[in-house]
Every structure is written in structure tokens, then in C-alpha cells.
T-cell receptor, first 114, second 109 residues
């Protein structure tokens, strides 16, 4: 089945220790998104790629970076995780940027910062 | 800023009907999505409304009034598996989604 896959499902890191979360998709979609979702809060868009074009949200901290080496994979790098970065990180894809294109979400990676 | 409001929690009995309201004030509007999210899982797409009116899809229906900045998701013949969080999300016209915090629906036997 075509899908969005995130690894790992659970990630524990230490304060200040860099961590990378990965996302892959078999949908061949042009757009990939990274969201941060804290408990009982709305998913917050961090950035997205349209093909190789990177688009950062204005309020995304510099601590968060992303890479998309090819259509299928996208990575979220947190350079120096703080306690406030503990959250669920959701990867999503959409076929294109048309308004009616639904976003397909991966299962998420829950990040714990010790 | 973007403002999307929905109730935090709702409880209903198996077989009943529940209506989840969503009001929005956003910088632009190009459609509204409803997603279902079970605990610890990814959000899954339920519906998309861009024109005023009711869209029915099986047990789930979604309504939109653009002039009122208002939508609702109607869940009929509730089943235990419908216990989940329901997220309202607005496409702001810049191809980005702004999400509400979600409404947790608990279905009781």
C-alpha cells in the first residue's frame, strides 16, 4: 500500500544532542511537510518542500532544519534539542499545492528530550 | 493571525449523533478539511468543503458556511471506533493548513 512512513516511532535524546527524524513516502507526491504537535495542541507547520524548493515558516526556530535528498525521503534535523522541543513530529505529503489536495500523514515520531 | 476554535471534548453514547463545531478567522480561505486522529496515530482525511452547504459521506457529514466562518462535522450512528480526536483545518489560500487544537470525542456503550 502506498503510504507515508516515519522512523523511528519513538525517539529519546538528551538535551543538546542532535537528532534526526526521517520520513519516506511511496505516493510520489511533490510536497512534503513537517509539523510539530504538542499534547492537546494543533499541529504546527514547521516547513515544507515543493519538490526541491524549501519553504520555512517565519516562526520556525533556527534549531530546526530539513533535508530532502530525493522525492521519497525527507529529514528533520534538530541541532540542539531543548526540553520544549519534546513533541510529536508529523510528516505529511500532498500531490501538489492545489487547495483541494488532501494531506496524507505519517504515524508520527514522538520525541522525548531528557 | 489565524484563529480556529473547536470544543475540547465531547462525549456521546453508541448509536447517537454528535456535531462538532468549528469556527475560524483566517487571513484567507480556500477550503476546510476535517481529519480524524486516533490516539498515537496519524491524522486521516475525512472531508473537504470549499463551497457552502452539506457534504455527506456515509455516517459522516460536513457543513460549511463561509459567510459565518463556520463548519461542523456530524457523526451519525456512533460506534466505539469513532472515539478519536477530530481536527478542523483551514486552507488559508497560501496552500498551507491552519489546524484547530482538535475535539476529543469519547463514545460510551
Amino acid at each position: 500500500d502506498a503510504m507515508v512512513i516515519q522512523n523511528p516511532r519513538y525517539q529519546v535524546t538528551q538535551f543538546g544532542k542532535p537528532v534526526t527524524l526521517s520520513c519516506s513516502q511511496t505516493l510520489n507526491h511533490n510536497v512534503m511537510y513537517w509539523y510539530q504537535q504538542k499534547s492537546s495542541q494543533a499541529p504546527k507547520l514547521l516547513f515544507h518542500y515543493y519538490d526541491k524548493d524549501f519553504n520555512n515558516e517565519a516562526d520556525t526556530p533556527d534549531n530546526f532544519q530539513s533535508r530532502r535528498p530525493n522525492t521519497s525521503f525527507c529529514f528533520l534535523d534538530i541541532r540542539s534539542p531543548g526540553l520544549g522541543d519534546a513533541a510529536m513530529y508529523l510528516c505529511a505529503t500532498s500531490r501538489d499545492l492545489e487547495a483541494y489536495n488532501e494531506q496524507f500523514f505519517g504515524p508520527g515520531t514522538r520525541l522525548t528530550v531528557l | 493571525g489565524q484563529n480556529i476554535d473547536q470544543p475540547t471534548e465531547m462525549t456521546a453514547t453508541e448509536g447517537a449523533i454528535v456535531q462538532i463545531n468549528c469556527t475560524y478567522q483566517t487571513s484567507g480561505f480556500n477550503g476546510l478539511f476535517w481529519y480524524q486522529q486516533h490516539a498515537g496515530e496519524a491524522p486521516t482525511f475525512l472531508s473537504y468543503n470549499v463551497l457552502d452547504g452539506l457534504e455527506e459521506k456515509g455516517r459522516f457529514s460536513s457543513f460549511l458556511s463561509r459567510s459565518k466562518g463556520y463548519s461542523y462535522l456530524l457523526l451519525k450512528e456512533l460506534q466505539m471506533k469513532d472515539s478519536a480526536s477530530y481536527l478542523c483545518a483551514v486552507n488559508r489560500g497560501d496552500y498551507k493548513l491552519s489546524f484547530g487544537a482538535g475535539t476529543t470525542v469519547t463514545v460510551r456503550a
